[in-house]
Structure formats: structure tokens, C-alpha cells
């Protein structure tokens, strides 16, 4: 079974993870979601860990698995390993999930904007608490370069 694949991209914050869930749940899908690779000091670079340890093997029709990152102490470290068993739609969730590198793979490519930066930035510091303000800011600067460099917005297929 080759699975379907969604990307659901945008600024942190801004309602991603609430749109790939939703999505899921109508699709029957598997939600993989980026924040299980990135880390504050390695936003984008980690793709290759889930091209290969997920994709390519799901769009081979086999299992991926992948190590996951832990958050629970405040500060990424890597935690248990998770198995994506085959699936008819896969939902990668997160900033850079519809990268210019996967565009042509994808079947559906979602954007979703959310409201301004001050108030992305203040649900995000909800979600990973006030500790993490200035890594979500510096963040917030780092995703606005890579999503003018990858025109990410762009290319979407539906925009939310």
C-alpha cells in the first residue's frame, strides 16, 4: 500500500498540530510530526532522518521507525523509538514539513498561516512555557528566513 502524503506547514503557533489532527481523525491517518526531529539548534537539518527512517520506507510500503526527540526535561534529547506502521495517509506536521525537497512526493500540501507573529509567538509560549521565550523567538526569526528562501506559502495547495 503506497500511502497518500499530506504536509501540514507554517509559522509555530499558528494552529498546525490542531489542523493535522483534525485531519487524521476525518482521514483514518498517521499524524508524524516534525517537533520528533527538530531541535532548537538544528530547525531544518534533521530531514534526512525522516526521509529514511520514515518515507521512503512507508512509500516502499514498510514500516518506518524513527528516534524520537524528548522535550520533557525542557531541552531535546533523544528518547524512545517509534515504529510507523504502513498506512493509507501519512500527515508529516510541522515547520518545513512541505519543503521544496518533498513537493513533487506530495499529494496534498497544507499552509496554515494563524494569526500575527506576537500572538503565534505567545501560544507558543503557552504550549512550551515561558523558559523557552527566547529559543521560540529565535525560532521565529530562523522560520521566517527559511520560509522566504523555500517560498513555502507558495506552493501550498490549500492555505488556511
Given at each position: ?7 501540514v506547514d ?17 482521514m483514518g491517518a ?131
Amino acid at each position: 500500500m503506497t500511502p497518500r502524503l499530506i504536509a501540514v506547514d507554517g509559522p509555530s503557533g499558528a494552529g498546525k498540530s490542531t489542523v493535522a489532527r483534525a485531519l487524521a481523525a476525518e482521514m483514518g491517518a498517521v499524524v508524524v510530526p516534525t517537533d520528533h526531529f527538530a531541535t532548537w539548534d538544528d530547525p531544518v537539518a534533521w530531514w534526512p532522518r525522516l526521509l529514511d527512517g520514515v518515507i521512503e520506507p512507508l512509500l516502499r510500503g514498510e514500516p518506518g521507525r524513527y528516534q524520537r526527540m524528548d522535550w520533557s526535561e525542557g531541552w531535546p534529547r533523544l528518547g524512545g523509538w517509534v515504529t510507523v506502521e504502513p498506512t493509507g495517509v501519512l500527515i508529516v506536521e510541522g515547520v518545513s514539513s512541505a519543503r521544496r525537497s518533498i513537493s513533487p512526493r506530495l499529494d496534498l500540501a497544507v499552509w496554515v498561516d494563524g494569526p500575527d507573529e506576537a500572538e503565534r509567538l505567545e501560544r507558543a509560549v503557552a504550549r512550551d512555557g515561558e523558559k523557552h521565550r527566547a529559543h521560540l523567538r529565535r525560532w521565529q526569526e530562523f522560520e521566517r528566513g527559511w520560509f522566504a528562501v523555500d517560498d513555502t506559502r507558495a506552493r501550498a495547495d490549500r492555505i488556511l
